[in-house]
């Protein structure tokens, strides 16, 4: 009898390990999202008084100067995978533009090098010829100047100031005049504030000397510029600013997140996450500087990625810049940017398109299809209880009875959302249909839910590393 008690107690101690294991083995495999819930929350009726424009949901247009690839003939895989991005707003700008025309793809100026420097009309014609026909904005960067005009450190001989000038002119007559391409923003230099580092007031001059020949031959255009290379050169930023105050209709900057072989992700997302300082700065700036101007100078964050390295490399063609790109463009548009333009398009390495003979589309290319079709509008208040897992972003449309919010699972795993809105100003049926467009690892997708669903009390699910768009139609 007693045998048979020590036998039923290792049975039963047998029983409660094999449960206690299993328990732990339950645990183990269960899903992220059950560990670890999200609430977002948005308040319809609280403006924070910041817009999502096309303008914020552009792209810098590197292969522009080339006319096989983006004008006459042309690319036409090239040229639809770009129409499909819907690009807001198109920088069109590559550093090889001054180069000879005749011996460089990009190079738009003959004999760049001797006295006789002109700018290729032919080769310009049909580059421009059916390239980006779209509803993308156009803005055209003069990115440099002809090698013939250059001291030999990177600065325009001051005895070419004016001849620099008329180039530029030149060209808003051939594009906009002669061809009839209308284009509306126009951009003097690109990061020539390293070669100006310590003269920032002869950059001024420059840029308003060329100002003024370029509104001569086109009143109707925009001139801004300098496009600098470092956005965090405050009192350069306010010394051009002070110096073109009276004319600038722009002023433009660039950021790159800096990276190196330790670098994680967190860390990389981190840096997009706070990217839009700058555009706090600027917009600041130009209220002190020019008060009398302030509602008519734009600030235009026109080039922004992560810097490319043996860490990133891989990241730029998966979705880890399709994460980057989405908060760094929140953080612009929250610090008060007017205009944002990731670089680039399409190359070998940073690009939204790869640079292979079909320009297939990488993940962040689907990121401005879905915002620019479905995020414009006023910015709404709204919170996650965990930015470091999960990024939220909304806006409402005056003009249309849309409304619309982003969803950024940063965490590298899956989440659950629990979502809360007040003050609709019409209540949604639980059977009110939500569109949903999703990219991530798995692709890119669309579908729809109901609200009531969308509002469960066990949340939404998110996959790991994927942006989702979610689209109600309700006045």
Same mark, same amino acid.
């Given at each position: ?20 294991? +299993? ?21 319809? %009726? ?11 949901? /552009? ?14 003939? +042309? ?53 421009? !010829? ?21 001291? &030999?450190? &990177? ?77 965090? !050169? ?39 996450? /706070?990217? &839009? ?24 964050? *026109? ?13 730029? %063609? ?17 610090? /008060? ?9 399409? *190359? ?11 320009? =297939?589309?990488?993940? @962040? ?28 972003? @909304? ?20 989440? =659950? ?8 100003? =019409? ?31 066990? &949340? ?5 590393? =994927? ?9």
């Amino acid at each position: 009898m007693q045998m048979n008690l020590v036998t039923m107690k290792k049975l039963v101690s047998l029983i409660f390990y094999v449960f206690l294991g +299993g328990i732990a083995l339950f645990i183990s495999i269960m899903p992220s999202s059950y560990a670890a819930s999200i609430t977002a929350t948005i308040d319809w %009726n609280n403006q924070t008084g910041r817009k999502a424009t096309q303008l914020n949901y /552009g792209l810098n247009a590197y292969q522009f100067t080339d006319p096989n690839t983006a004008g006459n003939p +042309g690319n036409s895989n090239y040229k639809a995978n770009v129409a499909f991005m819907k690009v807001g707003i198109l920088r069109l700008h590559n550093t090889e533009q001054m180069n000879d025309s005749h011996s460089s793809r990009l190079g738009w100026v003959i004999s760049p090098n001797t006295e006789s420097y002109k700018w290729d009309v032919a080769k310009i014609t049909k580059a421009l !010829d059916g390239a980006y026909n779209n509803n993308s904005v156009k803005m055209l960067n003069i990115a440099n100047w002809p090698s013939y005009m250059d001291d &030999g450190t &990177g600065k325009l001989k001051p005895s070419m100031y004016d001849a620099y000038a008329r180039f530029c002119a030149e060209l808003v007559r051939i594009i906009n005049i002669e061809l009839g391409h209308k284009i509306p923003y126009w951009e003097v230099t690109n990061e020539k504030d390293d070669a100006y580092r310590e003269d920032m007031s002869s950059l001024a001059a420059i840029f308003n000397k060329a100002y003024d020949a370029m509104k001569a031959v086109d009143s109707s255009i925009k001139v801004g510029g300098p496009a600098f290379a470092n956005a965090y !050169d405050y009192s350069g930023i306010e010394v051009f600013l002070e110096k073109t105050k009276d004319k600038v209709d722009f002023v433009s900057y660039h950021t790159y997140s800096l990276s190196n072989d330790k670098t994680t992700k967190t860390e990389l997302w981190n840096s997009a996450a /706070g990217i &839009g300082y700058p555009d706090s700065f600027v917009s600041d700036a130009i209220k002190k500087i020019a008060p009398n101007r302030a509602s008519v100078i734009s600030a235009f964050h *026109d080039e922004f990625n992560m810097e490319r390295n043996n860490t990133t490399q891989k990241w730029l %063609n998966d979705t880890t810049s399709l994460i980057y790109d989405a908060l760094a463009i929140r953080s612009m548009i929250n610090a /008060g940017s007017m205009g944002s333009m990731a670089w680039n398009e399409g *190359d070998n390495w940073w690009g939204k398109l790869n640079n292979d003979s079909n320009w =297939t589309k990488r993940p @962040a290319s689907y990121l401005y299809k879905m915002l620019n079709e479905h995020v414009l509008g006023n910015v709404v208040s709204s919170s996650s209880s965990n930015n470091s897992l999960v990024e939220i972003f @909304a806006i409402k449309s005056n003009e249309s009875p849309k409304k619309a919010f982003v969803l950024i699972n940063r965490s590298q795993r899956e989440q =659950t959302v629990q979502l809360s809105f007040s003050n609709w100003k =019409t209540q949604p049926l639980n059977s009110t249909p939500v569109s949903i467009y999703q990219i991530g690892p798995n692709g890119y997708t669309t579908g729809s839910i109901t609200h009531c669903a969308l509002m469960s009390s066990q &949340g939404y699910s998110l996959p790991p590393d =994927t942006v989702t768009v979610f689209e109600y139609y309700l006045s």
